[in-house]
């Protein structure tokens, strides 16, 4: 009887430890963070040749400074928060207006689009605050601001309400006009409830864009946070380290909204898991 060949066990792959995603990510964002603060850090070395430097910082300044500039937090969010109730406001009449038939409401909208969106926003501002006094229109900085802001963002938030009320089904505007319902009834209560729902992320999206945008008011001496930090760190020479000092604010405030977002959007997100079930 013929042995039979003995089989050697073949050696096992040594197992690759496997990081969850969400750790790697975190760890990632460490050293992200780390080789920031080290750019930062006024450290410098050589390897060979090469020559490391990094930025140095006046940290007196910024210590010392830091609650002056801060103050401007608070005027940036209520420019942010009043500019962009406006525009939404106008968004929604401008869109309106373009899918309306009514040629002198489609045609004043339109130009008022073009106009906003083909002009630069720090141009905007200084109109609105130098040039409307010579017709008798005298704005304060603040009301200034926030018309500047207002009118650019409407121009371009317009089109996301458009694409968001084209996006409602046209089959259930033709049930509402089954129902005897009126072209605005249906409108406010079929179209634009299910728009706004679509439209929200953008919305968001546009507000944090806006709240860093304030810094433009500075040209014109509103109190925000770039201004506070001119005002600080040009007597000083220390510009730089007073605009690190803004940048940070924007930084945290972007952040902060961010998540703010993400937290509606999932909220919105469940509500509309929960519809379809039931």
């Known amino acids: 009887m013929a042995s039979r060949a003995s089989k050697l066990p073949t050696p096992s792959a040594p197992r690759r430890l496997r990081v969850p995603f969400r750790t790697a990510l975190l760890i990632w964002w460490c050293i992200w963070l780390a080789l920031l603060l080290f750019f930062f850090s006024g450290v410098q070395f050589s390897i060979g040749p090469i020559q490391i430097r990094t930025i140095v910082l ?18 940036t969010l209520q420019l942010a928060l009043v500019s962009i109730v406006c525009a939404s406001t106008l968004a929604l009449l401008a869109a309106l207006a373009r899918l309306s038939r009514v040629a002198p409401l489609n045609s004043l909208a ?29 704005f304060d ?27 409602v089904g046209r089959g259930q505007t ?36 806006m709240q860093k945008d304030t810094s433009l008011a500075s040209a014109i001496g509103l109190g925000e946070l770039m201004q506070l930090a001119r005002q600080a760190g040009n007597p000083r020479q220390a510009f730089f380290e007073a605009l ?3 940048a940070l604010w924007y930084w945290l405030l972007t952040i902060v909204f961010s998540f703010g977002q993400s937290l509606l959007e999932k909220r919105m997100a469940r509500s509309d898991r929960h519809q379809e079930q039931g």
């Open 58 to 75: 006046n940290t007196n300044f910024i210590a010392e400074f830091w609650p002056f500039i801060s103050r401007g937090v608070l005027m």
């Open 244 to 246: 690190i000092v803004a």
């Open 141 to 167: 900085a603040f009301t200034s601001a926030a018309i500047a802001l207002s009118l650019n963002y409407g121009a371009y938030m317009s089109e996301i309400f458009r694409a968001g009320i084209q996006a």
């Open 174 to 209: 033709e049930a509402a006009y089954a129902l005897g319902m009126t072209p605005w009834q249906t409108m406010r209560r079929i179209v634009l409830p299910q728009a706004f729902r679509i439209i929200t992320p953008d919305i968001g999206n546009q507000f944090i864009a």
């Open 110 to 138: 339109g130009l008022y689009i073009s106009l906003m969106r083909g002009t630069p926003l720090f141009l905007q501002f200084l109109f609105i605050y130098a040039a409307l006094p010579r017709v008798g229109l005298i």
